[in-house]
């Protein structure tokens, strides 16, 4: 059965730091991973998709990694701004099965 | 285009009655998901439609639960009768066909049962 683990849980950083929130799962037959975004009482929104034969993607000041054999993701946010303040979801799709696992979630809060 | 849209935002209702919650997918996806965020926890799977045919159901917690997709349009899932621990929020995601393309998320469905 696929966990998905994020950690931190929280973490609350000043404005400009670059920060690194890290993502693991247990079973390696991924089919993609996906990071998500999500405001207070709003849906997710799709942030980066990473197909398993890929190593990373990137869309401006965000750059998500996959390491499958290791079952590690990250997600790198450069010159984090106040707007970034967020919970930030991780989720698999494996290579059976349409689902996502998620995990637990990391809030992130820049402050000003 | 417009989004996946669900409908009511919050619905607050006693215990033992029932609820039906919707979802209107982007037009043309063929793929519809439910899941469900319970105080605390992680998001969770409930199931899956390709169009109006159930792919994955395993997800569903018990039978108190009813989900359908009439014409592979639009999707209602109904909670019959509601209990305490049915309280959360209901997601619904929909995609096109490619298994490689993301999932697109509404802004969920808050429910509370009191």
């Known amino acids: 059965k696929q966990e998905v683990t994020q950690i931190p849980a929280a973490l609350s950083v000043p404005e400009g730091e670059n920060l690194v929130l890290n993502c693991s799962f247990t079973?390696?037959?991924?089919?993609?991973l996906q990071w998500f975004r999500q405001d207070p009482g709003k849906g997710l929104t799709s942030l980066l998709l990473?197909?398993?034969?890929?190593r990373e993607q990137t869309s401006g000041r965000l750059n998500a990694s996959l390491d499958k054999s290791s079952g590690r993701s990250t997600l790198y946010i450069a010159a984090s701004q106040p707007g970034d303040s967020a919970t930030y979801l991780c989720?698999?799709?494996?290579?059976?099965?349409?689902?996502?696992?998620f995990g637990e979630g990391t809030q992130l809060t820049v402050n000003p | 285009e417009a989004g996946v849209t669900q409908f009511p935002s919050h619905s607050v209702i006693e215990k033992g009655q029932t609820v039906t919650l919707r979802c209107d997918p982007i037009s043309g996806h063929d793929n519809l998901y439910w899941y469900r965020r319970v105080m605390g926890k992680e998001i969770k799977f409930l199931l899956h439609f390709v169009k109006e045919s159930k792919q994955d159901e395993s997800g569903m917690p018990n039978n108190r639960f009813l989900a359908e997709r009439t014409g592979g349009t639009y999707s209602t899932l109904k909670v019959q009768p509601a209990e305490l621990e049915d309280s959360g929020v209901y997601f619904c995601?929909?995609?096109?066909?490619?298994?490689?393309?993301?999932?697109?998320f509404g802004n969920g469905t808050r429910l509370t049962v009191t």
């Open positions: 995601a929909s995609s096109p066909m490619a298994k490689a393309a993301p999932l697109h």
């Open positions: 990473i197909q398993s034969s890929q």
């Open positions: 989720a698999v799709k494996e290579t059976s099965g349409s689902r996502l696992t």
């Open positions: 079973d390696s037959a991924i089919y993609n």
